[in-house]
């Protein structure tokens, strides 16, 4: 295999029109914002704590345990197939076609909506931001701007990204760092002992189940690493860079996470008042006791900066997908989809639709803010679904004689991480789709499995109908000997 990073990826069947300016901190700062402690932590802590109690922090823990496994079988392929679009040209060279076709759609879909749920879980921070109320139509503006923003930030090519990225993760680990550090000196209610405490979560259906549910909070944390690949052929030296990059994020974003919630669990006055459903939200009312009036804007223009850094890393991984897809003539509108900007040497249109997608989803929430949740009810679940496709092509090229044979290997380990990230990642997707709530309608009782299944089946109908893994003759299926897609 030739040396130089443009040698290896004509290796591999291809020539880049994007620019190497992404450093490893760059990179890792990508799959930083797009983990985004801040994001994930403040979003779903005020459930999770009143589902599960304090103990719900150790999902975090097991998680992010499960997810590194995950990190280590991605680090394999990216360091062996350094494409950009990740998810997708992975699949393609360990299994073929069609399949990569189905783990790239799932993804892209899941991306999308992700995106749209970003951008708008942002508006209740910036009307408490501007000191306004909470309203959809406040929701909505914030969550265009933001997209607006974004968009912008990743049209002005690879070196504005990554500066955007490093800044953004400096801001927001500072923040976390401060906002955490802060809070355990000045709010912290209790000790560590009550992190093994429920204060009676989950006495109506038992510890177990109630845990799972708050977990949640973990599972929706620990993804974002896979955007470092998603941007390899912006990356010199990918083949090493990557991998480590990868791995760093779940090593810094998963530490920030915990002592965010961490410092926020302590700080909680009242854990019944919480578990009951009377105390509002403890994010808020922790930050105000904490900070003050002015002390939480501070705190709050940090927050929105987090959302926005993880809308634009999101756009930037969804945007190089859909690219890596129209590169392969492997979906509709190829032609429009492939074109590169020629001063920013990045691909216009496909970051346009990593916009535009989202901010029509978002602007559907005026007819029905509960189509809004059913439609962003399938973003975590299809990221995880496209990972553990990834995770099982691998393990399928294993078996059939596929050895990586990138920088980056897990040696002899290989197949049992393998394994093991796989047992993990069928685990959490089953606790994402599990029914929890017996006295609703059974279509909201399974509405993630329901909105996954609608997806997919969406997605093999345009497969079967359109057979668009018959255009192109990109290499697939070449990771097994003696195979060719």
């Known amino acids: 295999m ?12 291809y020539t880049s029109q ?3 300016e992404m450093s490893l901190w760059a990179n890792f700062s990508l799959g930083f914002t797009y983990l985004s402690p801040v994001v994930g932590i403040y979003t779903l802590f005020a459930v999770s704590l009143a589902t599960g109690g304090p103990p ?13 496994l995950v990190a280590l079988v991605f680090g394999e392929i990216v360091s062996q197939y350094p494409l950009t679009g990740g998810i997708y040209p992975w699949a393609r060279r360990l299994w073929g076609r069609r399949y990569a076709w189905m783990t790239g759609w799932v993804y892209l879909i899941a991306l999308l909506v992700t995106i749209a749920s970003v951008a708008y879980g942002a508006g209740p921070y910036l009307s408490a931001f501007l000191g306004i109320g909470v309203s959809t139509t406040n929701t909505i503006l914030c969550a265009l701007v933001m997209l607006a923003i974004a968009v912008a930030i990743n049209l002005a090519g690879t070196r504005a990204l990554a500066m955007a990225a490093i800044i953004g993760f400096a801001a927001e680990l500072a923040g976390a760092l401060v906002v955490g550090g802060w809070l355990l000196l000045t709010e912290r209610h209790h000790g560590l002992g009550v992190l093994f405490d429920s204060f009676g979560a989950g006495s109506s259906t038992g510890y177990f189940a109630a845990f799972l549910a708050a ?3 973990g599972i929706f944390q620990y993804y974002g690493f896979e955007a470092c690949g998603d941007v390899a052929e912006e990356v010199p030296d990918p083949t090493r860079r990557i991998p480590r990059a990868m791995r760093m994020t779940i090593y810094v974003g998963g530490a920030a996470a915990t002592f965010v919630c961490l410092a926020l669990v302590l700080a909680v006055p009242d854990f019944g008042a919480v578990i009951a459903g ?4 403890p994010v808020t009312g922790v930050l105000t006791a904490a900070f003050g009036t002015t002390g939480l804007k501070v ?20 945007s190089r997908l859909l690219y890596a897809y129209a590169r392969d003539r492997m ?7 492939s074109t590169f900007s020629s001063a920013r040497h990045v691909p216009p249109y496909t970051l346009a639709v990593a916009a535009i997608v989202p901010a029509v989803v978002v602007i559907g929430s005026i007819v029905s803010e509960e189509a809004l949740v059913k439609i962003i009810s399938f973003a975590v679940l299809g990221i995880y679904l496209a990972f553990q496709m990834v995770v099982l092509a691998a393990l399928r090229a294993r078996l059939l004689g596929w050895r990586p044979a990138g920088p980056f290997t897990l040696g002899a380990a290989g197949t049992a991480v393998n394994v093991a990230a796989l047992a993990y990642g069928v685990l959490a997707v089953l606790n994402m789709v599990w029914p929890r709530t017996p006295d609703a309608p059974w279509y909201d009782n399974y509405l993630v499995l329901l909105s996954g299944l609608v997806v997919i089946g969406l997605g093999l109908v ?4 359109v057979r668009p893994y018959d255009r192109g003759d990109a290499p697939a299926g070449d990771a097994i000997p003696s195979s060719g897609g």
């Open 2 to 13: 030739t040396s130089t990073d443009e040698g290896r990826l004509a290796d591999l069947g």
């Open 18 to 20: 994007f620019r190497r």
């Open 56 to 68: 719900m922090i150790w999902s975090l823990v097991i998680v992010g345990a499960g997810q590194f």
């Open 215 to 217: 977990g949640l909070i």
């Open 278 to 281: 009377t105390a509002g939200d």
């Open 299 to 318: 705190v709050l223009a940090i927050v929105l900066l987090s959302f926005l850094s993880c809308a634009m890393s999101l756009q930037a991984a969804a």
């Open 331 to 337: 979906i509709a509108g190829s032609r429009l989809l």
């Open 462 to 465: 345009y497969l079967l109908v």
